[in-house]
């Protein structure tokens, strides 16, 4: 069992930037793929970013690529979520979570493989 929590989103002006972190507890961290999704009102929950612990597998959604970078602490079992250029359309709830698949399944898992899953952070870009 793994708990994670996510923190660090707030609200900012299209163009800018926020940081995410999610960080795990628990002694099932390492060798998992973690991921960022978003839910935002009106549209489905979707993938954002993608990462496999200790390994250097890293997926993007096309939305978002070029713009986040998903990185790890492995130390701190933190996983984060650097958002730059920051659209109107990135304003969502965002949610990690942990699938144990391997690091190449990573970024190819159906939502409903992922067992594990935060309480989620708000993000809300203005224009």
């Known amino acids: 069992q793994v708990q994670l929590v996510e923190s660090g989103g707030g609200s900012v002006q299209a163009g800018g930037s926020l940081s995410l972190s999610c960080a795990a507890s628990?002694?099932?961290?390492?060798?998992?793929?973690m991921g960022w999704f978003r839910h935002a009102p009106g549209k489905e929950r979707e993938g954002v970013a993608f990462?496999?612990?200790?390994?250097?597998?890293?997926y993007y959604a096309g939305s978002v690529k070029g713009r986040f970078t998903i990185s790890e602490d492995n130390a701190k079992n933190t996983v984060y979520l650097q958002m730059n250029s920051l659209k109107p359309e990135d304003t969502a709830m965002y949610y990690c979570?942990?699938?144990?698949?391997?690091?190449?399944?990573?970024?190819?898992?159906?939502?409903?493989?992922?067992?594990?899953w935060g309480q989620g952070t708000q993000v809300t870009v203005s224009s």
């Open positions: 628990g002694h099932t961290y390492n060798n998992k793929c």
């Open positions: 979570a942990a699938a144990e698949v391997g690091p190449l399944e990573c970024g190819f898992v159906a939502q409903d493989g992922f067992a594990e």
């Open positions: 990462i496999y612990t200790g390994g250097v597998n890293v």
